[in-house]
């Protein structure tokens, strides 16, 4: 897709501000619309469609495959040691209130770290499908 | 609810289905498949309208988004692009689906209306997320709130489902084809040890 020259323009112009808009949704959902679960979908749209107009084999040189999967259990695993801190800090798996100095700062950083968790699993399981299916080479 | 509101639903209802039914009669899959599109498009515009914007959100970017491009990327990878012609209509599935839906549809006529605060859903927790969350959490978006504190084993059970169907995916395309099986030559020689995704 070398030769579409208005397509190349076009998404070096967007994908910055998709990347922004997407971390506004992940770390603003707190308080508009969104959430880990969006901003995760609109993160990989972002290295999908770099993927898309400049080639699958540049695209896994931004993002390469193992940092991907590295990206895809670290989503997981950020959740649970959320949820296992509230134990070792002396309260409930999934508590946050014990997290922060009041139950009110431990909820916002429980939340925001959770929220991380979720965005970062999504973003590289949508990007580790679309590899998936756009480097097959039957 | 006002009329303007009544008329936008039913506009937005009557393409949608206008939308189903070409997707049912067309040939072309990836007409089929942009169809699709513009009906997860429609039924986000309907979320927003049911003020439920935090799932127009996920249907807008996963239903318009990024399953379109799934689709499409399978369909590169098939080369099938139109589908077998219609075969004569069955009576028998069309008999057994015509009468579940008005089964359906009859069910509903005892559901509480849309947005009813006597409803049994509206009456169980939600009176206590609305009053106690915002002191509780110190966050506006109550629906943020349920999800990742309230709910959040239930989001954590979410969050794994969508880890395994990751990983799932990579367990079975992901690598190249024959490299799990030890003794097993390539054709061409060489192993296939690059990864592939």
């Known amino acids: 897709m070398n030769r579409h020259s208005i397509l190349r323009v076009v998404a070096k112009l967007m994908i910055p501000y998709i990347l922004l808009f997407a971390l506004y949704v992940q770390f603003h959902g707190d308080f508009g619309p969104g959430g880990g679960f969006q901003a995760g979908v609109i993160f990989a749209a972002a290295f999908i469609l770099y993927a898309l107009i400049f080639g699958i084999e540049n695209g896994r040189k931004v993002m390469p495959a193992w940092v991907n999967r590295i990206l895809l259990a670290g989503g997981v695993l950020l959740y649970s040691f959320v949820g296992v801190a509230g134990i070792f800090l002396g309260s409930e798996f999934l508590d946050y209130n014990v997290l922060g100095p009041t139950p009110v700062a431990g909820q916002h950083y429980g939340i925001l770290l959770v929220e991380l968790g979720v965005g970062l699993t999504v973003s590289s399981t949508m990007i580790a499908i679309f590899y998936v299916f756009a480097g097959q080479d039957i | ?197």
């Open chain 2, 1 to 197: 609810m006002n009329p303007v509101d009544i008329f936008i639903d039913i506009f937005l209802l009557l393409l949608m289905a206008a939308v189903a039914i070409a997707i049912v009669r067309s040939h072309l899959m990836f007409a089929v498949v942009m169809l699709s599109g513009i009906f997860s498009l429609l039924a986000a515009v309907l979320y927003v309208h049911l003020t439920a914007v935090d799932v127009a959100f996920t249907e807008a970017a996963v239903g318009a988004g990024v399953s379109t491009l799934l689709f499409l990327a399978t369909l590169a990878l098939t080369h099938v692009n139109v589908e077998e012609k219609h075969k004569p209509v069955r009576m028998v599935p069309l008999v057994i689906v015509v009468a579940t839906g008005a089964m359906l549809i009859w069910g509903t006529l005892d559901m509480p209306h849309y947005g009813d605060p006597e409803a049994p859903a509206n009456k169980h927790v939600a009176p206590r997320y609305i009053q106690d969350s915002p002191k509780e959490t110190g966050l506006p978006n109550m629906v943020t709130s349920v999800l990742a504190s309230y709910r959040g084993y239930d989001t954590l059970g979410e969050v794994v489902v969508i880890f395994t169907a990751g990983a799932g995916v990579l367990v079975i395309l992901g690598r190249g084809r024959r490299r799990w099986r030890p003794g097993v030559k390539d054709e061409d020689g060489d192993n296939a040890e690059e990864e592939r995704a």
